[in-house]
């Protein structure tokens, strides 16, 4: 059963950068492609990004040039760096897994079946 933490959240000012991680365990990491997704206060969920066993990215394009996913096989671990934080940007953020994948295997939102618990992120104005 796969497991996921994401972690790295805290308060940030208007333009700011924070880097969270996603731990992943219970799987064979290298065929699981990860997806980050937040919950504003008040709203849905919603997906940001993913990246694909093999490396490859998706962004949605309110983040895309301003978040980045990417991914460390040796460690389990995968991240979300976001930069030019803004207020609206005020949301728990949490990462999902989903696979296995072969290679080169197409992804999609339906993909990502297992969540694991949020860390806020707050954007001060």
């Known amino acids: 059963e796969v497991q996921l933490q994401a972690s790295g959240g805290g308060l940030v000012q208007t333009g700011g950068s924070l880097r969270l991680s996603c731990a992943v365990s219970?799987?064979?990491?290298?065929?699981?492609?990860i997806g980050w997704f937040r919950q504003a206060p008040g709203k849905g969920s919603e997906g940001l990004g993913w990246i694909s066993n093999d490396g490859m990215t998706y962004y949605i394009d309110s983040v895309k040039g301003r978040f980045t996913i990417s991914r460390d096989n040796e460690k389990n671990m995968a991240y979300l760096q976001m930069n030019n934080l803004k207020p609206e940007d005020t949301a728990v953020y949490y990462c999902a897994a989903g696979g296995p994948f072969g290679f080169m295997a197409t992804l999609a939102w339906s993909d990502f079946t297992s969540y694991g618990p949020g860390t806020l992120v707050t954007v001060s104005s």
């Open positions: 219970g799987v064979i990491f290298d065929d699981y492609g």
